[in-house]
């Protein structure tokens, strides 16, 4: 019988998360106020975020443990296994190997509790008893409620509307695990309410539900805010995946030609690929690919420019690949990716050109996630399609041009809460949704002015 697992012993993962920051090649654009232009300090900050991870969002230590008491929750579901994808080789019928990690494997379904869980402990050691967060699709939503349960943290999540709509098992999920769900737009705050009285109907972004969270936190001694994605401390946590991945190709004796993943605001392609960057820049050759939606297409389309994370402009200026931040996504399935920035470090890595970027439609991403569940099995969330549609564009490449590749891939979470979108898919009413040029210059006239990195 072939092998098609990797299992990774409890004991050996690992203890310590990977910081890329040393490693950069050349140094990172800063974050600066907007009102002053200078860089922001960790008191600029204190009011949003616990202290603890400021630290970690602007540590230069390569290495940074990770506590005893984060690692016994991960032990719930990680290590998460390495798999072959045979199947789906077979049915590809190209000269390539293809690993995935399955990150669906944790309660809430995917790769998002790998730093949901260690907010949630940053945030109770520091005092904090209630977090407010937004989410796109609701994997985040669902994973910070679950880890502020497992920390006996109030939470709240302000939903971006659509997805809301189209998902509302999500909404159900973090119920469950004690949180309150909230559509955004929302009348809840200022932000929400000035975008309702503008447009009623309007289908919200994670720009708009950032800016409903930040307010919601902020002000209050004993709250504060988090982020699912974007931010250094956030991919940080994330590389647990990729440190794992490393080891199991290790124990089969296989090193990555191309490694995939889709990209919202970069955290789960960081988690994976982090690690592998690293060894990029110390002279090992491969790609290293983001997926992300033709319909919000941030790193293919978006300039390099310093613009605000959120919609309502609270938010420190980070330099980044960006489509303006009052740009509202197409209404695809794939809410979490439906964000008009990237995380700074995967944006500086795509322009020191260690990292390139592909976009893919909504349809094309749909095709391939149900090629791969009716090889593989398993149904992807629509975010995950998008790497499986940058697989099988690597695999026909490769049968192409002759060449045996090992590709290894994402598998972000899976798609069990987002059937309707198959639904639509498989009644053909999906819409393909691609971003005309005028719509790109019209959103990007939002970055105007602002200081240039
Ligand atoms: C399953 C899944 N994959 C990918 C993403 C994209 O986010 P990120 O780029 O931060 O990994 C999301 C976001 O909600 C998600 O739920």
Not at 194 to 211: H, M, Q, Y
Not at 265 to 287: A, Q, T, Y
Request: proline share 8%; net charge negative.
């Amino acid at each position: 019988m072939k092998q098609v697992k990797v299992f990774l012993d409890e004991s050996e993962i690992p203890k310590q998360w990977y910081n890329i920051q040393p490693d950069m090649p050349t140094p990172m654009s800063p974050p600066l106020h907007p009102g002053t232009g200078l860089p922001v300090g960790p008191d600029d900050l204190a009011p949003v975020f616990p202290m603890n991870l400021i630290e970690q969002e602007v540590s230069t230590e390569r290495w940074i443990d990770i506590p005893e008491e984060v690692l016994e929750k991960y032990m719930l579901w990680r290590p998460t296994p390495l798999y072959r994808a045979r199947n789906f080789e077979k049915l590809l019928d190209a000269p390539v190997q293809i690993y995935y990690k399955n990150e669906g494997v944790s309660p809430p379904g995917s790769h998002k509790p790998n730093t949901a869980v260690a907010q949630a402990y940053y945030n109770k050691v520091f005092g904090i008893k209630r977090i407010s967060t937004e989410t796109g699709a609701g994997q985040w939503g669902s994973a910070l409620s679950m880890a502020c349960k497992m920390f006996g943290l109030e939470c709240r999540v302000f939903m971006v509307r659509v997805s809301y709509d189209q998902k509302p098992f999500r909404g159900l999920m973090m119920n469950v695990w004690g949180a309150n769900c909230i559509p955004s737009p929302s009348d809840k705050t200022e932000a929400g309410r000035r975008v309702l009285a503008e447009n009623p109907d309007s289908p919200g972004s994670l720009g708009l539900a950032i800016s409903e969270a930040i307010e919601d936190a902020v002000g209050n001694e004993d709250s504060r805010y988090a982020l699912g994605s974007v931010l250094n401390h956030v991919l940080l946590h994330q590389t647990i995946n990729g440190l794992e991945a490393e080891k199991q190709l290790k124990m089969i004796g296989v090193y990555p030609d191309v490694v995939i993943g889709c990209t919202g605001g970069g955290s789960n392609f960081g988690g994976l690929c982090l690690p592998f960057v690293r060894d990029k820049i110390h002279g090992k050759e491969l790609s290293i690919v983001c997926a992300e939606p033709t319909s919000c297409p941030t790193i293919t389309r978006g300039p390099f420019a310093y613009d605000f994370g959120d919609m309502a402009q609270t938010t420190p200026l980070l330099a980044m690949h960006t489509l303006g931040h009052d740009f509202v996504p197409a209404p695809i399935h794939a809410g979490g990716l439906r964000y008009h920035g990237m995380a700074p470090i995967i944006s500086h890595l795509v322009k020191e050109h260690l990292l390139e970027a592909r976009a893919y439609n909504q349809i094309q991403t749909f095709e391939a996630g149900i090629k791969w569940a009716r090889s593989e099995g398993f149904i992807s969330a629509p975010e995950t399609n998008h790497a499986i549609a940058a697989v099988v564009q690597e695999a026909e490449r490769a049968k192409e041009e002759g060449k045996e590749k090992v590709i290894l891939f994402n598998w972000s979470g899976h798609g069990l809460v987002d059937l309707a979108a198959y639904d639509a898919y498989l009644s053909g009413k999906l819409v393909q949704y691609d971003m005309p040029e005028e719509e790109i210059a019209r959103a990007l006239k939002a970055i105007d002015g602002l200081p240039k990195p």
